[in-house]
């Protein structure tokens, strides 16, 4: 059996953690697994969880370490035997040594984008409340403006995308990744990526993901929208 490889990305609030966690998906067929789809997902579906964390994610706190790892940790119980990547988790300490405890990751990929870049991307964001299907105005703009791609309804634009919230958020992203960033890069498996546009970002993840796992057709792939 090929040798499981297992993978998170890490960044600030719209650095393009999904879009690139997409295209890793799709080139190296591997699980995704977005922490923002799975809170969505249960708030959408009213679950116990989901009830309890809708405050959190709808003013973009960070919603307790104890309810990420009971949402996180048994969805890769059930993936043992796969390789898979993670999308949004581990983002905070305790989290990071949670997931310890299940599986030792293989690399971590840190997005660095700059403030600027940050507060444009998420000023041009719209987004399907009732899926989280997130459009950007310049980047992957909707079939029609205003509405959603698959189900024709409204988009809306989040209050948390104003610049001052925003401002606040990536201090806090910061403050609280740094202990994360440190251990990973203290086991020699974090990788860094600088820059502004996704699209030059990709082709060096790529590159360094063609090395570390070979190329799987992406008919395994479970799609998800982040
Ligand atoms: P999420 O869902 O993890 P965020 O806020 O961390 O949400 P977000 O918004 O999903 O991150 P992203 O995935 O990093 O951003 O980026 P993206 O969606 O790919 O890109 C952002 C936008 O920019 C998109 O519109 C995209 O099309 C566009 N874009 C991408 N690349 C480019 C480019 O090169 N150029 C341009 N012009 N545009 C581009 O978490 C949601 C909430 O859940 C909770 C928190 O409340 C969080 O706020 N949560 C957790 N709480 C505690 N612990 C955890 N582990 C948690 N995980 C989630
Ligand atoms: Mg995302």
Redesign the pocket.
Known sequence: MAKLFRAAIM???????????NRIAQSFGLQYL????Y??ESIAANTEAGVL?RN??E?????P?DV?TRL?LPRLEHLIGHSWLL??????LS?AQALSNLCQLDLVIS?NIPYETLR???S??WIHPAS?R???M???PPRVQGKDDITGEQLIQHDDDKPEALMA?LRHYKDVAKPVINLYKSQGILHSFSG????RIWPYINSLLSTKIPMQPSDSVQTQT?
């Open positions: 960044g600030p609030p719209g650095s393009g953690k999904g879009t690139i966690s977005s922490s923002g789809h809170l969505r964390v959190y994610v003013r973009s706190m960070l919603v370490d990420m996180m999308d949004g988790f581990p983002r905070t989290q997005l444009e991307r998420l041009d964001r989280g997130v459009y950007n310049g980047f992957n958020r502004t546009d996704t699209d982040p």
